[in-house]
């Protein structure tokens, strides 16, 4: 309590500089750059996306980081204080650290989960635990479009006077997702429907199944901590044998040992790594796209396993 | 190599911490040497009783108190997922104790069944029930001492006190260093010789669950404020440094607190320095103390404590 005394001033000034800075805006916008700040890389991506020049983003996670592993530095403090506007994508990805996204959304205005864009209509969640949705929503492209109109509205609310401009860079990125959601529709087509399974690691790729018509199998569950049972290992080798499903995929996010093992017991290739959880190396090139973009992710994925499963 | 390691500059790691992030630092260090109190406090005995690494297995054993409050609330909130893991981390600290008792297994062998079989049970709740559904200590309990100046701050009668989980670990402290101090001379000698607390008239099974009742608040609270690795090293760490420094208790005591102190102040700097997580440097700063303690001081003491200890063996053939 003695110790709290000359804080006191220190957290009135602290109070008032925020105070200063939510009016700015307004006045500013238009010179220089919003401060952003977002958590996953596909988040960064995004907003990268509809913010275009306007604003100045700054990821907590980077490429590869998986959220369940990420621990936060000195210099993410700094990133979240300095923020204008924060994005994170909600719905417990980003776990404990959600408790502070919501206690800075009562302090600070401009604290949006991208996913509340989308309707709870759309979203996935396991049938005995109704309002735990599913977290993966970027891997269906139409979904994702529509996160992109809570960045619009975030940055929007923000800086008012710019409101037509991020609605009109928010179209330009909607029309992206359009043409690369139609691209992914076609080339899942390229598969003959009972061709399209998709065994992975762990159970991200609901969204993905759901959208392309795939159905989904996935190993392990959504917690790091449960492993396959033995009993869940044999069964999904039989499935793979009945369904004669020519391939397997492992994700780059999870190790690959339990998946390879399955893969040489039913007799079927792994048909290459996927994104799930964290996008790849900003510059790494592959068939003319950059896997650390979120449309090379999405094409990276959709490629590998339309050519494994053949 | 230099670009693994950040530059060493001067200003960035030492004044600008205490300047223009004040309030920021001021609260990081104090959760810091918070819970490198209590838990240094409380690790003093755990040393003693040959229990010190309690607090890693009580990280573990806590996974099915957590899956029981989720089947229970149906909710991943902070406090339902809290008194789960209160509730089984009490359960592990009984555990350990029945089967030490009732097996003459050794403390350390008794912690390891009781946790790792905890932590399966938890595994398999998991699997079985709420394998869809991302639940685990990382996910839901665990917390980020570097967060801690984003929460905003609590008031009280119109004084800012700070932070609402420093406040609550404040408390914590408080109250461990009260009943350290209350209840000094029972937690000593039933520590030190259970026999002698007999014939004291100590209960020395009850000041034993008593310990482990506070030991599970402490470490719990320090969990949710600030992640597992800092709880469980500061258990130790400033206990065993104090050891090398003095073999008398309350002198020992006082310098687990000047330990959990430099710990704190020193971790943040080095956290910064190397932009790397402030929980790990903390570790990392306190365990450079006792190194820094063992070389300067423990020489002399391991000779003193090896001459005691052949004493005592010449003293007891001559019995």
Not at chain 1, 13 to 26: C, E, F, N, Q
Request: charged content about 15%; hydrophobic content about 50%; proline content about 3%.
């Amino acid at each position: 309590m003695q110790l709290s005394r000359p804080f006191l001033l220190g957290s009135a000034l602290l109070l008032a500089a925020a105070a200063a800075v939510s009016t700015v805006p307004s006045s500013f916008a238009a010179e220089r750059k919003i401060r952003v700040t977002t958590t996953t890389s596909m988040v960064t991506d995004l907003v990268q996306q509809v913010g275009g020049d306007r604003v100045e983003v700054s990821g907590l996670m980077g490429a590869g980081v998986d959220p369940h592993l990420y621990k936060a530095t000195a210099a993410d403090v700094s990133k979240l204080q300095q923020a204008e506007v924060i994005f994170y994508n909600g719905l417990v990805l980003e776990g404990k650290m959600t408790d502070i996204f919501t206690k800075l959304a009562r302090l600070k205005k401009f604290v949006y989960p991208l996913t509340e864009g989308v309707p709870e209509k759309k979203l996935l969640e396991p049938p005995e635990f109704e309002g735990h949705f599913d977290p993966h929503v970027w891997f269906d492209v139409e979904l994702w479009a529509l996160c992109a109109q809570t960045v619009v509205k975030g940055l929007s609310e923000f800086a008012p006077k710019d409101k037509a401009h991020f609605e009109l860079c928010g179209k330009a990125v909607a029309t992206k997702l359009r043409t690369l959601h139609d691209w992914s529709v076609k080339k899942a087509a390229e598969l003959p429907k009972e061709r399209r399974i998709l065994v992975t690691s762990h159970d991200a790729y609901n969204y993905f199944g759901r959208a392309y018509g795939f159905q989904v199998v996935g190993l392990q569950g959504v917690s790091t901590v449960t492993e396959a049972g033995l009993a869940d290992m044999a069964k999904l080798v039989d499935f793979i044998k009945q369904k004669r499903v020519k391939a397997i995929f492992v994700e780059s996010s999870v190790s690959p040992a339990t998946l390879q093992r399955i893969a040489k017991d039913a007799g079927v290739k792994v048909g290459g790594e996927l994104f799930s959880d964290a996008m790849g190396t900003p510059g790494q090139m592959e068939n003319g796209y950059d896997l650390g973009t979120y449309e090379g992710m999405i094409k990276h994925n959709l490629t590998t396993i339309v050519g494994a499963l053949k | 190599m230099n670009e693994l390691i950040p530059l060493f500059e001067f200003q960035r790691v030492f004044v600008t911490p205490w300047t223009q992030d004040f309030s920021s630092s001021v609260w990081i260090v104090l959760m810091g040497f918070f819970v490198a109190t209590a838990c240094g406090l409380v690790g003093n005995y755990l040393i003693l009783r040959r229990m010190a690494l309690v607090g890693d297995a009580i990280s573990h054993s806590i996974l099915p108190g957590i899956a029981v409050a989720f089947l229970i609330s149906g909710s991943r909130g902070s406090l339902p997922m809290f008194l789960g893991a209160l509730v089984a981390g009490a359960v592990t600290t009984v555990l350990i104790e029945v089967i030490h008792k009732k097996s003459r297994v050794k403390q350390d062998a008794a912690i390891g069944i009781a946790f790792t079989s905890l932590f399966a049970v938890g595994v398999i709740l998991i699997s079985l029930f709420a394998s869809k559904v991302d639940l685990d200590q990382e996910c839901v309990l665990y917390g980020e001492i570097a967060f801690i100046p984003l929460e905003g701050m609590v008031e009280f009668a119109g004084l800012t006190l700070g932070p609402p989980s420093v406040v609550r670990m404040a408390l914590v402290t408080l109250v461990v260093a009260l009943l350290v101090g209350l209840f000094y001379k029972e937690l000593l000698v039933s520590s030190f010789d259970p026999a002698l607390a007999f014939s004291l008239g100590i209960n020395s099974t009850f000041v034993h669950y008593a310990l482990m009742a506070m030991l599970s608040v402490v470490v719990v609270s320090a969990f949710e404020a600030v992640g597992a690795i800092l709880v469980i090293a500061m258990l130790i760490l400033p206990g065993a440094t104090a050891t090398l420094l003095s073999h008398r208790f309350p002198v020992m005591l006082g310098l687990t607190v000047l330990h959990a102190a430099l710990s704190a102040v020193l971790g943040l700097h080095l956290g910064v320095w190397l932009n790397c997580s402030l929980a790990a440097a903390m570790v990392v700063a306190g365990t450079g103390l006792f190194i820094a303690a063992a070389a300067v001081f423990g020489y002399q003491q391991t000779h003193a404590h090896e001459h005691s200890q052949n004493n005592n063996l010449r003293g007891r053939r001559g019995d």
